[in-house]
């Protein structure tokens, strides 16, 4: 149980990186 909460933690931050990394690619290309 503790894995997958780890493993969900770990999903949670790639998706924030990645929705932040598309967020200032945006910013940038307007």
């Known amino acids: 149980m503790a894995m997958l909460y ?3 933690e ?3 931050l ?3 990186v990645a ?3 598309l ?4 910013t ?3």
């Open 6 to 8: 780890q493993m969900r």
């Open 10 to 12: 770990k999903v949670l």
């Open 14 to 16: 790639v998706l924030s």
């Open 19 to 21: 929705a932040a990394l």
């Open 23 to 26: 967020y200032l690619i945006d």
């Open 28 to 30: 940038h290309r307007a």
